[in-house]
Antibody
């Protein structure tokens, strides 16, 4: 059974940093591309960042480009999102999701809440 | 990077059919057959319901179906059931610059 478990969320002040983790199990992690998607309170889903299985190809949404950094450790079956220069509008539940290989997300974690507030 | 446009809400009685539209542009929905749909119950993670416009993952009831015409994709739920009440989001691949764009979301209510 595929399992994705996010952690690392919490309360941070504007301008601060936070590092999210996503622990994967139940599949060959390094064979799958991965994505972060976020959802602000009461709002819709927003794609944040993508990383290929080997980590060589990375994309970011314009809203986080230059501030967020995605990475992965295939030996530890883990996905990361380093978030710097956080803003109030980054407040959201952050989900990690497994890419199917055909431009859709076939499994999602339960999410971790990031709150940016002074 | 504008979101795909969905109606805020649709509703139907048990057993009826409802259709949720998802309107994009010629840079996303109109050019790629990579539209997916996700169901989200309150406080839960999204769940894949439809991929590649009209394909259903195993385990998703066949009363869920998808289609596309031009820049608009659609999700139809036939034989509406109480457990179908949820938020639904479309998503389209949009090329190597924008990458992915989600819809604004639609609340489906079972009357």
């Amino acid at each position: 059974e595929v399992q994705l478990v996010e952690s690392g969320g919490g309360l941070v002040q504007p301008g601060g940093s936070l590092r999210l983790s996503c622990a994967a199990s139940g599949f060959t992690f390094g064979s799958y591309d991965m994505t972060w998607v976020r959802q602000a309170p009461g709002k819709g889903l927003e794609w944040v960042s993508y990383i290929s299985g080997g980590g060589s190809t990375i994309y970011y949404a314009d809203s986080v480009k230059g501030r967020f950094s995605i990475s992965r450790d295939n030996a530890k079956n883990s996905l990361f999102l380093q978030m710097n220069s956080l803003r109030a509008e980054d407040t959201a539940v952050y989900y990690c999701a497994r890419e199917s290989g055909s431009w859709y997300f076939d499994d999602w974690g339960q999410g971790t809440l990031v709150t940016v507030c002074s | 990077q504008s979101a795909l446009t969905q109606p805020r809400s649709v509703s139907g009685s048990p057993g009826q059919s409802v259709t949720v539209s998802c309107t994009g542009t010629s840079s996303d929905v109109g050019v790629y057959n990579y539209v997916s749909w996700y169901q989200q119950h309150p406080g839960k993670a999204p769940k894949l319901m439809i991929y590649d416009v009209s394909k259903r993952p195993s385990g998703v009831p066949d009363r869920f179906s998808g289609s596309k015409s031009g820049n608009t994709a659609s999700l139809t739920i036939s034989g509406l059931q109480a457990e179908d009440e949820a938020d639904y989001y479309c998503c389209s691949y949009a090329g190597s610059y924008t990458f992915y764009v989600f819809g604004t979301g639609t609340k489906v209510t079972v009357l």
